[in-house]
Each structure stands twice: as C-alpha cells, then as structure tokens.
C-alpha cells in the first residue's frame, strides 16, 4: 500500500480558494481511483470526489461545481481544488487511494476498512 502525505489545508476567509496536495510514496498509474474525502467533527467521513484513471469523477452534491480533483500518475500526486469555501466547508481533508464507498441517504461514505488514507490536513474557513 502507498503511503499518502497531505498539505495545503489551512484558516482561509468565505470566498476564497484552496488547494489541497497529496503526496504518494508509490506508484499511482495503477491505481484504478484516488480521490479526497472529509469528515466534520463528530461525523462520518464522506466523499468529497474522486477520480478515476480513465478521468471520470465523482462528487458530492455539497461540493459540485466548486470542487475539482486532478490526479498526476507521472508525480504520484493528487490535488483538490475548492473554490467559494463557506464555513460549512471547514472540515478535516483525506485523501485516499482504492477507496470504496457506500451511498448512504443521498451521501457516499466511504468503508475505511478498505484502501489507503493520509493522515489529513484541517480546513478552517472563516466568515
């Protein structure tokens, strides 16, 4: 299994931008779906988006159109773009390699018995 390293979180004001890194210790060009997930304090983690090696990607309604997930198999890289944060997006960011995720009440969740996750970066937005 890779090992994943996260970067780029921080405190940011509504409106702005963000994007997040992450860093594998392996090969990614194999890996059929990475992608980036977060948890709200006291929550369940869930699907930010995730794409897949044929480029197709998923995402959750609460971030589509404002989140993009780009993956660099020559880097080893994956990254996630959000853009006009809200407060309601302040959260803890994972990212993850073979994820696999259950749909829940309008919501995909991820079984985190399964794939490989970093250690996550913290997302303040501030309003």
């Known amino acids: 299994q890779v090992q994943l390293v996260e970067s780029g979180g921080g405190l940011v004001q509504a409106g702005e931008s963000l994007r997040l890194s992450c860093q594998a210790s392996?090969?990614?060009?194999?890996?059929?779906?990475v992608g980036w997930y977060r948890q709200f304090p006291g929550k369940q983690r869930e699907l930010v988006g995730t794409?897949?090696?044929?480029?197709?990607?998923t995402y959750a309604r609460s971030v589509q159109g404002r989140a993009t997930v780009f993956r660099d198999n020559t880097k080893n890289t994956l990254s996630l773009q959000m853009n006009n944060l809200t407060p309601e997006d302040t959260a803890k960011y994972y990212c993850?390699?073979?994820?696999?995720?259950?749909?829940?009440?309008?919501?995909?969740?991820?079984?985190?018995?399964?794939?490989?996750w970093g250690q996550g970066t913290q997302v303040t937005v501030s309003s």
């Open positions: 794409i897949s090696n044929d480029g197709s990607t």
């Open positions: 993850a390699t073979n994820p696999i995720d259950r749909w829940y009440s309008g919501t995909w969740y991820p079984d985190l018995q399964y794939g490989s």
């Open positions: 392996g090969d990614i060009s194999l890996i059929h779906t």
